[in-house]
């Protein structure tokens, strides 16, 4: 731990420092970002794919089981495309009465988020792609109905799951089984993050807010359904009764009860579940019936909480909170479900002269005890190296949290998190990053992960300036 807080003040001491002026570094309209390699995790995927071998073949068709941050790049960039298009086009209407241009736009934006939840690429295909994650890190193939463009459904399901599968990840990685339930509405409150990141840090202004609702508002809701008898109970004999076919069934049903009863449950054989009603395969979903007492009030407790992710001015329009013309900053609560219970954190972005930085106190708590970490990142700093251009982005985190993710554990172990993005930052639109990123054994947000880990990543980003979009 004295380690930790050591590499803490010299990484707070360094952000100090000053490199050349970074106003010469113009502030994107609209950044976009492609991550193309993410390892080991795509050699994970192309065994999902490629009947446990690695090839070229499987390689590339790993592709359709993306990373967490993969898919969280692509869907992030699908939205600030179509946000920044939008409010560009209506800044340059000729509608001659503001109230009737106000209104369209936020018609339009509306519209588009609503359209974008069904469509691949979208916050609905992010969610679900976030569940993939974790099992093609246990090579297990999955499809995500998403990409079917589901228009209006009510449920929607990952499915094309093996019960076998299902048995072998709840029996020899249970933390992660668990994990694999919640991690939906973690990719949802990190597209947040990043979309809000992105706007405080360039200025960028674009709207995002309804977005922002949408998402938390839809994940609060569904976290608090989970614990209702009259909403799950019903949902669940509606799905049994027409999924008598296992291919179509879902990998979990409600995501939010089957969590609940598998952190209370996390060494009982998945197959325990009993007989599906049809008399075909394991009886998957969980209704509040089979929720002890202990387990309905935690989830309900939970559903409460998840409100507390409305906490940011950055929800309600208010993009920086400007203390003079060197100094800005803005703060968001998440909290975020876990393989041992929750993380709430308290987010702070600051920039100063035109350095960028995000602090974080993280409050991670199972069923008996709560466990501290703090979190700092240097945000997109200059470096020049002869006449070439490059931002540095280093981050970590280090604190405690359960031992072996246990939910019931009054003990502890080390987290610790350091990492390292690189953009170069040529004259051209397009300008590629790469990125280290070590961890211990731990839960962290957006990292599949939950054992120790070296990943590396590389993509490309293209930077547009408002002249490269919409003509004025």
Known sequence: MKKALLILLIFLSYMNLSAQTSDSIKFPVLK?????????????????????????????KGYANPSMSQSLALTSSL?????????????????????????????????????????????????????????????????????????GSELIS????????????????????????????????LLVDNLQRNNFFYRQNTSHEFLYLLATINSAYYVTICSQASQVNQLTDEMNSKETNIQDRDFTGLDFSAWAYDLFHPAEPYENRGIHPSGIGIDRYIKTTDLDDKALKYLRNQGRLQWLNLISPMIFFRKAIIINENL???????????????????????????????????HA?????????????LFEHPVYIKNSKFLISPKIITGLQPKDQSFTT???????????RIDWIPKSIIKPYFEVIAKTNGWIAGNAYLNSNLSLKFGITAWFYKKSLLTD
């Open 32 to 60: 976009l970002d492609i991550q193309l390699f993410d390892l080991p995790y795509q050699l994970d995927a192309a065994k999902t794919v490629g009947n446990g071998s690695v090839n070229f073949g499987s390689f590339m």
């Open 79 to 151: 939205y600030s495309a179509a946000h920044s298009g939008i409010d560009q086009l209506f800044e340059g209407s000729k509608f001659s009465k503001k109230k009737r241009r106000d209104f369209l736009h936020a018609a339009t934006l509306f519209l588009s988020d609503f359209i974008l939840i069904y469509a691949p690429g979208g916050d609905g295909w992010l969610h679900e792609e976030y569940h993939r994650a974790v099992m093609s890190r246990f090579h297990i193939n999955s499809f995500n109905d998403m990409n079917t463009f589901p228009i």
């Open 158 to 189: 990952v499915n094309s799951v093996k019960d076998e599968d299902l048995i072998r990840l709840k029996r020899d990685n249970p933390y992660d089984f668990i994990r694999m339930h919640v991690a939906g509405i973690e990719g949802e409150y």
């Open 328 to 362: 800005r900053y803005n703060f968001a609560v998440r909290n975020i479900l876990t393989p041992f219970g929750n993380d709430i954190s308290l987010n702070v972005f600051l920039q100063r002269n035109q350095h960028n930085y995000v602090f974080a106190y993280h």
């Open 365 to 377: 708590r199972n069923y008996n005890k709560s466990f501290p970490a703090i979190q700092a990142e």
């Open 410 to 420: 009054s003990r502890s172990e080390f987290l610790g998190l350091a990492s390292c």
